[in-house]
Structure formats: structure tokens, C-alpha cells
């Protein structure tokens, strides 16, 4: 799998699984352009917010928020523990 897959994976995952990012989260794990990135997403399909800036501890950053996407959130419980198991299955 080449580089920008991983990190377009990455960038779903984290959209899919907290319903946001932020560019500081992309840069922390090396992408630098996360704006190419959501592009991409709002081209195959996924509703993403335009962005905005929030006050954090010592400066701003810039966050998006998923509003829907191509994915349906699926959980089980597993029989006899309280662990649940949670994936995504493309609708």
C-alpha cells in the first residue's frame, strides 16, 4: 500500500471512528495536507464540514467535522464479556 493511501486510511479511520480532525492529529502523524485529503473524501461521496478554527491551549487549530459519509457504524457484542466489537460497513 503506498504512502498516501495509509495516511487517506488514516484520515478516514479517525473522521469514521471520533467525527472529527483536526490539522495539528495530521501533522502529529506526518501528513501535511490534510486539505488534499478531505477533498478527496467530499469527492467520493463524504459529507465534511468546511472547517474551523478553535482556540486550544496556547494557539488555534484547525478542525473538520464528518456529517455523513458512505459507512454505517456496526457494533456486537461479544457473547459472555462486555468487550463490543465496532466496525464500518460501506452502504
Same mark, same amino acid.
Given at each position: 500500500?503506498?504512502?498516501? $493511501? ?7 479511520? &479517525?473522521?469514521?471512528?471520533?467525527? #472529527?480532525?483536526?490539522?495539528? #492529529? $495530521? ?12 477533498? &478527496? ?5 463524504? #459529507? ?6 478553535? %482556540?486550544?491551549?496556547?494557539? &488555534? ?11 454505517? %457504524? ?14 464500518? #460497513?460501506?452502504?
Amino acid at each position: 500500500m503506498s504512502k498516501q $493511501a495509509n495516511q487517506l486510511n488514516w484520515v478516514k479511520n &479517525k473522521l469514521l471512528y471520533d467525527g #472529527e480532525i483536526s490539522r495539528n #492529529e $495530521a501533522l502529529q502523524n506526518f501528513i501535511s495536507r490534510l486539505s488534499g485529503y478531505i477533498l &478527496k473524501l467530499k469527492k467520493e461521496g463524504w #459529507e465534511i464540514s468546511d472547517g474551523e478554527y478553535r %482556540k486550544e491551549h496556547g494557539g &488555534k487549530n484547525y478542525y473538520y467535522t464528518l456529517i455523513s459519509s458512505p459507512f454505517k %457504524k456496526v457494533s456486537y457484542k461479544v457473547v459472555g464479556t462486555d468487550k463490543v466489537i465496532t466496525r464500518f #460497513e460501506k452502504v
